[in-house]
Structures are given as C-alpha cells and as structure tokens.
C-alpha cells in the first residue's frame, strides 16, 4: 500500500511537467507550420501568375500576383482585396490559422492608387483631392495657398499666400514621393519651376490635376506639349489604375481648359482619356519624366457613362491589407517580411508583410 502511494505522489508531481512538456512540442509544432506555410504562402504570392493565370476573385483556384517571376501585379492584388475572408483562408490551405498581409513602401502603407506616401498636397480654391487623402491612410502634408481652410488630417499644414506656399512645397521636395498639384492658379515664372522637374527628373511622381493660369499651364516644360481646350467630351482609350473605366467608354467632364500631346507613333505618352473627336490629345494620361511619373488629370467632376467620374478616379485609393490582425490575446504570431518588385505605372521595390496567428 505504502508503494502504491509512492507511486501516486510521484505521478502527481510529474504529471503538471508531462503536460507542460506535452504543449511546449504542440506549440513547437505549430511554430514550425506557420513558418512553413508563411514561406510557402509568400513565395506562391510573389513567384506565380496563381491559377486560372488571369484570375479573378470569382474564379481563384491558387493565389498568385506575379505577371512574371516576382513582379507583382497591382490588379491582382486588387482582385484578392474582394475575396472574402474564409474564402482566402480555403484557397490559401490555412483553415487552422489566420492571416494578414500588408505591404509598404519604405516603411509607409501602401495604397492601390497612383500616390506613394508621403504626398505633399497643394491647392488654392479647388480642394476636391484633399477629401480624397483626408482618412485614407496616406501621409500627406497640406501647403494651402491663399485663404486658410479645413486641414483634415494632413501631418503638417502650410498657409500663406499662393506662391510662398507653393515654393515653400518644393523647396521641401526631399521630405516626399508625390507631389500633387490642384488648380494652382500660378505662372511658371511665378515659381520654382526647375526644383519641381528635379523632383520629378529623381524619381518623383507629380499628379497635377485642373487647368492653367494667364494663358499657361505649369507642365508645359515637362516634355510634352500642350493645348487650349474647351473640350467636356472624352472617351476611354487605355485602361489604367487611375480610372475604373473601360475602354470604349464616354466620359463628360464639367469643364476643361487643356489636353497634352505629343507628336509621333512611340512617344512615350499613355493617353487614358483621349478627345472624343482627337484620340491624340488626352485629358487624362501619364508620361515618365527622367526616372519619375507625371500625371495629369483635367477635371475629376462628370461622369463615366451614368457613373461618377469623381468616385471612379483612384488617385488616392485604400490601403492594400488583407486579413485580421492579431490581438495581445493570440497565442502565436509569425510574421514573415520580403522585398518584391510592383507593377504599377513602372516597377517600385516593396514590402510585403505575411503574418499568420492563433
């Protein structure tokens, strides 16, 4: 009997170790899945076309961003955005676990617009794209020229009047990725013309959106060339990011006073919105300018088709995360990060974040 009891005191001691030791190896296990699936989930993301190839969130069977070999696709992204959640889960081959995918660009959130935080916003009485950045998630700092006005949730805020808030904007070039120019109401001569090409020329991207001033318009220096026009129909000609349109389709725009072109077959100008009775002059369209990009916009009030130009317009768009982020809760996170190559109007070097938890 004594023995016996021994052997129950020493059962009881051990017992809390077993199990102690028991959950270290399942939690060791799951460890070692995660991490497995982490890399196998990333590597299938950003080293495959994913199938069927040009899939699309209702017809998915393998998730993949690739066009080629780790060069992602902005539209595909775009396309896994609208799966739902469970669904990705199923696809992805994580039932157990859960996921959330981000990606950044040095360091900021990264949208499926045109812009790259941080932005730097100038306007004077046309704030229309301020609404459009303001709890979006980018970075962006507001330079007002003129009579003050709402700053939203700009980082910083500027106001004078319109032409030290503009230089002041560029003199501060080195702090941003885009600039972002609306209705300016400025001549060259007015301002610092030549440190904005410079941004521009190092890798920037310029969005300038709305007409001209006395007769000139600020992105005539900017390799192409330009023209007064009072045209308010256009019609799609490629499809882009920056405009969920359709090839084919009508546009009406409100107003406006000019279209860009540029003479030749290859000349480098991606017309997105052309005249409707010149497809060689755009009202919306992109050029690169040294090693940057250049955009410019002529109105973003009218419509496409009976749609709404202005809610069509991706300038700014949302930030591209997926999933559910873990709590102080969870029981394991494991997060994988690795640079890849986007596609978006050119190819740019990103992070994406692949976290999976219990």
């Not at 220096?221 to 026009?229: A, K, P, V, Y």
Request: hydrophobic letters at 40%; proline letters at 2%; aromatic letters at 12%.
């Amino acid at each position: 009997m004594i023995s016996i009891g021994v052997f129950v005191i020493i059962l009881m001691m051990l017992l809390p170790a077993w199990f102690y030791v028991s959950s270290q190896a399942r939690n060791s296990e799951d460890r070692k899945n995660m991490e497995l699936m982490s890399v196998v989930i990333s590597d299938t993301m950003m080293k495959t076309q994913g199938y069927p190839e040009n899939w699309t969130f209702s017809d998915v069977k393998t998730i993949g961003f690739a066009d080629s070999e780790r060069n992602l696709n902005i539209s595909k992204i775009k396309e896994f955005k609208k799966i739902d959640y469970m669904t990705a889960k199923k696809i992805l081959g994580i039932s157990n676990y859960n996921f959330y995918i981000e990606f950044y660009d040095r360091g900021y959130n990264l949208t499926d617009g045109i812009v790259r935080s941080p932005v730097a916003y100038f306007a004077t009485n046309e704030i229309k794209i301020r609404d459009m950045l303001n709890g979006s998630g980018v970075v962006w700092d507001f330079y007002k020229g003129g009579a003050s006005t709402s700053r939203g949730d700009a980082r910083n805020y500027y106001n004078s009047d319109k032409i030290t808030a503009f230089n002041a904007m560029v003199e501060n070039q080195n702090n941003y990725s885009t600039i972002i120019i609306e209705d300016p109401e400025l001549r060259g001569d007015e301002i610092d013309l030549a440190k904005l090409k410079n941004f521009v020329r190092l890798g920037g991207i310029l969005i300038y959106k709305g007409g001209g001033w006395n007769s000139g318009i600020l992105l005539n220096d900017f390799s192409m060339s330009s023209s007064r026009n009072m045209e308010t129909e256009g019609t799609v000609k490629n499809q882009s990011i920056l405009l969920n349109a359709t090839p084919g389709e009508n546009i009406i725009f409100t107003s406006t006073e000019w279209s860009f072109y540029r003479d030749g077959e290859d000349n480098g100008l991606n017309i997105i919105a052309a005249e409707k009775n010149d497809n060689t002059r755009c009202l919306i369209c992109q050029w690169n300018y040294g090693f940057g990009n250049i955009y410019y916009i002529a109105n973003t009030s009218g419509a496409i088709e009976s749609r709404d130009l202005e809610d069509n317009m991706n300038i700014v768009g949302e930030k591209i995360v997926f999933g559910l982020t873990p709590s102080q809760k969870s029981e394991y996170v494991m997060s994988l990060q690795r640079m890849t190559p986007l596609k978006t109007t050119g190819l740019m070097i990103v992070t994406m974040n692949v976290v999976l938890w219990l």
